[in-house]
């Protein structure tokens, strides 16, 4: 079946420019995460959606960084004025936990999108 | 102090060899452990979850121990395609992941 997509898969953008990722869950999964992974890092936790509730976004790491998931399904990373130092790949990944359910279901992560800020 | 410890390696051994690397995490109430599989430029994919008890999975074999704060994966017979970096992984629903072990079977 189809897995998480991401897209797009690479951006480049100038200093100061706003981007969007867009992220697509396996369809019926209700948990929704982004991480940020740094060359040579592993990935570090951003946010984490229920459905539509953003219910955890400790991991951003200013208020540059903005996520929503209007609609309980595809989900949208937003970046504003990006500096260099945002420079990585933004991972998406999905799992099937349901509200009350068991939350360390298996987290299944789409292939990334790579920004490079210059 | 990051929350997860991994020695980065890289392990380079021949096929059929065994290898094994483990990693360190800082906080004692975790309660999930997992060990995830990442390729060049690719996805982290989950290779297995870790329990007290010790599991196994084939060829893999990965230990917690609580009180020490370690865990281990140990790798036998190893396979060309068993190349790639192994991320150690803490947590519920906010994973947190060590930097990666890279290990490279040779023909």
């Known amino acids: 079946g189809a897995g998480v997509s991401q897209s797009p898969r690479y951006k480049v953008a100038k200093r100061g420019q706003d981007v969007a990722l867009r992220c697509d869950p396996i369809s019926g999964h209700v948990s929704l995460f982004w991480y940020q992974q740094a060359l040579g890092q592993g990935p570090e936790f951003l946010t984490y959606f229920q459905n539509e509730a953003q219910l955890d976004k400790s991991g951003l790491p200013s208020d540059r960084f903005f996520a929503e998931r209007p609609e309980g399904s595809v989900s949208t990373l937003k970046i504003q004025r990006t500096q260099q130092e945002d420079s990585a790949v933004y991972l998406c990944a999905s799992s099937f936990s349901r509200e009350g359910g068991d939350i360390t279901d298996t987290q299944y992560f789409g292939p990334g999108t790579r920004l490079t800020v210059l | 102090r990051k929350e997860v410890e991994q020695d980065p390696g890289p392990f380079n051994v021949p096929e059929g060899a065994t290898v094994a690397f483990n990693c360190t995490y800082s906080n004692s109430a975790s309660q999930s452990f997992f060990w995830y599989r990442q390729d060049c430029r690719k996805e982290p994919k989950l290779l297995m979850s870790?329990?007290?008890s010790g599991n196994e999975d084939g060829r893999f074999t990965a230990q917690l121990n609580r009180a020490s704060q370690y865990i281990s994966l140990l790798i036998r017979d190893s396979k060309l395609s068993d190349s790639a970096t192994y991320l150690c992984?803490?947590?519920?629903?906010?994973?947190?992941f060590g930097a990666g072990t890279t290990v490279t079977v040779r023909a």
């Open positions: 992984v803490v947590g519920d629903y906010k994973l947190s």
């Open positions: 870790v329990y007290s």
